[in-house]
């Protein structure tokens, strides 16, 4: 049955939604009315053969749901939500490689061999380089005469600098890596034009170029991260293959959420001067977390109950997708107060812009947090008087909360 504090239709992943705002007033009437509820799908729409997914809108049931992988399986369906209706659905299965898209004891073994490169030694080992990097890129944004764009220039650049510190990839290939992912996400996006194709191609060549690192520290190890996740066989080591689909999901959470989170948080300081000239004046250790609750890069992933069981009264069959809405869930107002007050000093912050918990939890938080403080402070520094030039231009996607372009001005 459709939900009644819903118009006719409506649909959480449409990506022509996404295209124009986050749907908070959407969201909020769910969680007052029927915070688990189920929306109806044609089958095959969002590349599955069924008729619809449960969306889950307050906190502590993403959270609950998150924490019990027994019951909400990662691997049925895998994460995403909504792919293109033309995908097969053997490109779905194929996707379960990617730790993302696993369940324990899988999930459990690769994530402990690959956690070895974001210890907080090894974090605080690319601090000076990231942040030299960072004013780097400002002074290189700063030569531009006019205007210019935010994303391309200054929020993207920083986020693939550090995985290129972070596994070795030579800095002059970041420019590939940027391209593949763009390609990888934009399929709902016609002004990019991408086709399932020209993705599913993009995704191999990121694995192939991951495989060679791999292969080649197999053969000669060095003292890098790379050797560490791949080499050191007594301590369990990750295959080429494995570790090919490893910097394929570091594509993407690693790059494309934390572009986006700083793109946002610039866009949320540019239309709040006051939270900016308080961070300028007070650089908060806050500030970082709150941008994440407020950008919520990743609107939504998915889990499939792998058994008959029961949420808010609402009875989920065996097989069922259930939507994740971390949107929703960070305008909880049962968990924040003035959930729709961009505060930069809100401490606490239980934000689920990282995942809700679980074995899922973002392996990169702390990498993610030190770009967005490193780079907002340069900007700070060297572009106190930033300005907006017009409105940002969305991504059109089903489950991206991303920001195509961002145009700003200088003084």
């Not at 993207?156 to 290939?173: H, M, S």
Request: aromatic share 8%; hydrophobic share 40%; charged share 25%.
């Amino acid at each position: 049955m459709p939900c009644p504090a819903l118009p006719d239709g409506f649909d959480f992943t449409d990506p022509d939604l996404l295209h124009h705002r986050v749907p908070l007033p959407e969201f909020a009437a769910l969680r007052r009315a029927e915070p688990v509820c189920w929306i109806p799908q044609p089958a095959g729409l969002a590349g599955f053969q069924d008729e619809g997914y449960w969306a889950v809108t307050r906190h502590a049931d993403v959270r609950y749901v998150s924490t019990h992988p027994e019951i909400f399986s990662s691997s049925l369906n895998t994460a995403i939500i909504r792919f293109n209706e033309h995908i097969e659905r053997d490109s779905i299965d194929a996707q379960r490689l990617i730790m993302l898209n696993m369940d324990p004891p899988e999930h459990t073994r690769v994530r402990q061999i690959v956690q070895r490169g974001f210890t907080p030694r090894a974090i605080r080992a690319l601090e000076d380089r990231l942040r030299a990097r960072a004013h780097a890129i400002v002074q290189g944004a700063l030569a531009h005469d006019g205007p210019f764009d935010f994303v391309t220039q200054v929020a993207c650049e920083l986020p693939l600098q550090a995985i290129a510190e972070l596994i070795g990839i030579p800095q002059e290939d970041r420019g590939k890596i940027f391209d593949w992912s763009n390609k990888m996400i934009a399929y709902d996006d016609p002004e990019y034009a991408i086709t399932e194709e020209v993705g599913a191609r993009s995704a191999t060549e990121i694995i192939a170029y991951a495989m060679n690192m791999a292969a080649d520290r197999k053969q000669c190890p060095a003292k890098d991260i790379v050797t560490a996740l791949v080499a050191a066989e007594d301590e369990g080591s990750l295959s080429s293959d494995e570790f090919g689909f490893f910097v394929l999901m570091l594509a993407v959470a690693g790059n494309e959420t934390t572009r986006n989170a700083i793109t946002h948080g610039m866009h949320a300081f540019l239309t709040h001067p006051a939270q900016w000239d308080l961070y300028k004046r007070e650089r908060p250790r806050t500030a970082a977390e709150e941008i994440v609750r407020w950008a919520t890069p990743v609107n939504a992933f998915q889990r499939t109950a792998t058994q008959d069981t029961e949420l808010r009264g609402k009875q989920i069959r065996k097989g069922d997708r259930v939507g994740l809405f971390y949107s929703s869930a960070n305008h909880d107002p049962e968990v924040f107060d003035h959930p729709d007050v961009f505060d930069i000093t809100r401490d606490p912050n239980p934000h689920l812009g990282f995942g809700g918990g679980g074995p899922h939890y973002c392996l990169g938080k702390s990498l993610a947090v030190l770009e967005i403080d490193l780079i907002l402070g340069a900007i700070a520094d060297a572009m106190p008087d930033i300005k907006p030039v017009g409105d940002p231009r969305r991504l059109r996607s089903a489950w991206i909360n991303g920001v195509k372009e961002l145009r700003v001005t200088v003084g």
